[in-house]
């Protein structure tokens, strides 16, 4: 060979390298955000909502999907609800922020309806607290879910303030099962 041609074999070989060492360090997602999981598949709900400033008290159900995205650095869900408002389509995303060691989370729904927040999790008990906009108005809304031991199933508890956080009021109960 010439020089000319190790001189690019040299070259091809050098920038290999640095792709495979650069691929080789691309940042990972922390064990945390893989705790998201535990909603991964598909489930079905059903509950009730009381009668509060989003509407009057009723029975609601619905399905979600749950999966992993950007090779498990968030995870989002999508569903639809059935309720006094007929069909609800909505979608949530969700990740682990390592800095304020918090679950964050980011949703809609068909009717314009948004929210948003943080969230923790001690064990099979996710508790969640944001906000709620509706309709030009903005409400505080926190949450439980609890899952059971088998993690087939969990229980949500949602509570709304119409004043900032000073009072709360239930709101939504609902129990979900992994469908398969």
Do not use: H
Not at 113 to 124: A, D, L, P
């Amino acid at each position: 060979m010439s020089k000319r041609t190790w001189g690019w074999v040299g070259v091809v070989a050098m920038t290999a390298s640095i792709a495979v060492s650069a691929a080789a360090q691309a940042p990972q997602p922390g064990p945390e955000v893989g705790k998201l999981s535990a909603f991964a598949g598909n489930w079905q709900y059903e509950g009730s909502a009381k009668a509060s400033p989003l509407g009057p008290a009723s029975k609601i159900s619905g399905k979600q999907t749950g999966r992993s995205l950007a090779n498990g650095a968030a995870f989002a869900s999508e569903g639809q609800e059935s309720g006094p408002f007929g069909g609800i389509l909505w979608g949530e995303t969700d990740t682990y922020d390592a800095a304020s060691k918090t679950y964050r989370y980011l949703g809609y729904q068909n009717d314009g309806s948004i929210w948003q927040g943080t969230g923790t999790v001690n064990g099979n008990v996710w508790k969640w607290d944001g906000t709620m906009t509706v309709k030009g108005t903005a409400y505080r809304v926190r949450s439980v879910a609890t899952f059971t031991a088998d993690g087939k199933s969990f229980t949500w508890k949602s509570d709304l303030s119409t004043d900032g956080g000073k009072t709360w009021t239930p709101w939504t109960e609902t129990k979900t099962t992994k469908v398969p």
